[in-house]
């Protein structure tokens, strides 16, 4: 009797990845392209003209922050998809009928997405090299910090999967909440900067921890203590475990 | 009797099954399979047959009843029964993108198993799918995809395999490969279910016979059984000159005339050979009344009029 097969797990995280190198022109290319975009923008045409935020230059201030923004938003979707296309094709059905539990499952995709938003990562670090010298105070933190937001966030993504039975709504939740959210979480500015109440409010934000938390990893300084933002991060994940625990429990919208 | 290998490799007891919209789609559902046989699950369409499937394979929250598959409580210990069943669904699902061969060892691995190419090549092989096992699933053929689904589910050596509808859609010459290949999985010792609303797939392959309809199986039986205890024997005699009516030497029961009085007509037996011998009583009886005829056409009753008639029972009992 055995309760967790990992074998099952890597064939599912396998799978996976191939499945994110098969469009790897097009997961490489376009956050390239959206970072070099965002350093042109803000790090060369406004960055001049910013003071040093914390001790650190403008341009390299904000690169924590465009990690997270193209993290959040490439893990999410990339899991919503995971698993919402299977039940919209049907192909679901081989992993249901599997002697396959939550844990396997879980292995395998929120693995997969831990090492595509490690890839996601280094491509968009390399990209901010080309346009501004840098270096990560922590850089093991920096890793496990990114892949414990990613594995969060794929999470999160797999119930927004579940959740959605169309694909406005498995598009919905990330146009109005997560990138909003991410705009206004502190990518480009240091929430000290904003007058009151903005700053009070702009707390209210979790994304505004996940950035903190990150550029600490990179700068040893941010706006809310690291403790806090590991702390949020850990709980996020944690719910969101506790809930696809439940859904794999009671089937919801995966078994009729 | 109480050796294990005659132990039903399947057990469906009061299965029931109701859709979150209310509809009843399994009804008290008793069902028990035999290790090696090759049961066909035949009922029109809407039945409850893929719904039955799913309930034994996971796809399906069962409302109530227990389904036992290898001994093993399938709501406990879904584990080492599903790693020994095998599933080829009626919809052509799989990812379309993917190259046969691996989607066929990804099928192995998500089942646990070490990945073993020999073996991988073996299926395909017997599929003739392996020139193919590089090409993406979507260039192939209807009936090629259904081999590549039907060879995802033997990745894992499953001991008990579902087919659901493997000949839908498909046509003839294809139905008559499918047949041929399910004949030879058998021969392999695999227990295969498979469902079908092709009666004549039911005649040609299965040991067994269940009939299913809104969800309540009405009858199970061998398929030799089925014809024997419902059969019946139809025979036309066609008389050289008309009857003004039906002799007393000659008349017998299921014996009547039609209508131009030049036909005279048996319906009877129960598929056991009696209905024969009677038409051969028949035949002797006209002769000997001096009663002349010039043909005689005689059929025996095939699983479809059983089936058919059946149904129109049902039918019946439930209107009135
Ligand atoms: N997911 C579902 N939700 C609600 N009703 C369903 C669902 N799946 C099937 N049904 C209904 O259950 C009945 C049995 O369906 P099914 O098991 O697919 O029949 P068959 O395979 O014999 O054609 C049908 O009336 C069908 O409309
Ligand atoms: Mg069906």
């Known amino acids: ?20 190198l098969r469009t790897a022109f097009q997961s490489v290319l376009s956050p390239v392209l959206t970072t070099s975009l965002y350093f042109i923008v803000f790090g060369a045409a406004i960055g001049g003209r910013m003071p040093d935020l914390g001790g650190v230059n403008y341009a390299a201030f904000i690169i924590p922050g465009l990690l997270m923004l193209t993290l959040l938003g490439e893990t999410t979707s990339n ?22 539990g939550v844990a396997e499952t879980l292995v395998g995709f929120v693995g997969a997405a831990m090492t595509k938003s490690l890839i996601l990562a280094s491509i968009i ?35 927004l999967g ?7 709504k498995l598009g919905i939740i990330p146009m109005l909440i997560l990138t909003p959210l991410t705009f206004l979480g502190g990518t480009f500015y240091s929430i000290e900067m904003l007058p009151d109440p903005w700053g009070k409010i702009a707390l209210a934000n979790p994304i505004v921890y996940l950035v903190n938390g990150l550029r600490w990893t990179f700068y040893g300084t941010s706006d809310v203590a690291i403790g806090i933002s590991l702390g949020l991060t850990l709980g996020f994940l944690t719910i969101c475990v506790a809930i696809i625990a439940y859904i794999f429990k009671t089937g919801w919208r995966l078994r009729d | 009797m109480n050796s294990p290998s005659m132990q039903p490799i399947l057990e469906i007891s009061g299965l029931t099954k109701r859709y979150a919209g209310g509809l009843l789609a399994l009804d008290n559902v008793d069902l028990s399979i035999n290790r090696g046989e090759l049961f066909a699950l035949l009922g029109p369409n809407g039945a409850g047959k893929t719904t039955l499937i799913g309930a ?33 669904p009626q919809e052509l699902a799989t990812d379309m993108f993917e190259p046969v061969e691996r989607a066929v060892s990804y099928s192995r691995g998500l089942f646990g198993l070490a990945p073993d190419k020999a073996r991988i090549e073996e299926i395909l092989r017997s599929l003739s799918l392996w020139d193919k096992r590089n090409d993406r699933i979507m260039t192939l053929s209807g009936g090629m ?14 001991d008990l395999l579902f087919l659901d509808e493997p000949t839908a859609g498909v046509d003839v010459e294809l139905r008559r490969d499918m047949w041929k290949l399910i004949g030879a999985m058998r021969e392999r010792g695999v227990t295969i279910i498979l469902t079908t609303h092709y009666i004549e797939e039911a005649e040609e392959m ?63 037996g129960d598929g056991s050979g009696k209905g024969k011998a009677e038409v051969a009583e028949l035949t002797k009886a006209l002769i000997r009344a001096g009663i002349d005829y010039t043909g005689i056409d005689i059929s025996e009753s095939s699983l479809e009029d059983i089936f058919v008639d059946l149904l129109e029972q049902r039918e019946a009992e439930s209107v009135a």
Request: glycine residues 6%; aromatic residues 10%.
């Open chain 2, 206 to 268: 299965a040991d067994r016979v269940g009939i299913i309809r809104k969800g309540k199986i009405l009858m199970v039986d061998d398929k030799a059984a089925m014809v024997s205890r419902l059969g019946t024997t139809e025979a036309h005699i066609t008389l050289a000159e008309p009857l003004a009516e039906i002799p007393a030497q000659i008349a017998m029961p299921g014996v009547h005339l039609d209508e131009e009085r030049r036909v005279l007509s048996y319906r009877g």
């Open chain 2, 145 to 158: 995809k259904r081999r590549v689904l039907i060879a995802k589910a033997l990745a894992h050596e499953p």
């Open chain 1, 1 to 20: 009797m055995t309760f967790f097969n990992a074998r099952s797990a890597w064939s599912i995280y396998k799978r996976e990845l191939v499945r994110f």
């Open chain 1, 125 to 159: 670090l390399a990209t901010a090299m080309l346009f501004v010298d840098y270096t990560i105070a922590h850089p093991i933190l920096a890793i496990l910090y990114i892949m414990l937001v990613a594995a969060s966030f794929s999470l999160f993504g797999f119930i």
């Open chain 2, 56 to 88: 034994v394979c996971g796809l399906v929250r069962p409302t109530s009843g227990t389904i036992r598959a290898f001994s093993h409580d399938l709501a406990t210990d879904w584990r080492s029964a599903r790693s020994r069943i095998g599933l080829v």
């Open chain 1, 162 to 168: 579940i959740w959605a039975d169309n694909f406005e």
């Open chain 1, 79 to 100: 899991s919503s998809f995971g698993i919402y296309m299977p039940r919209f094709t049907g192909t679901i059905y081989e992993l249901l009928s599997a002697p396959v």
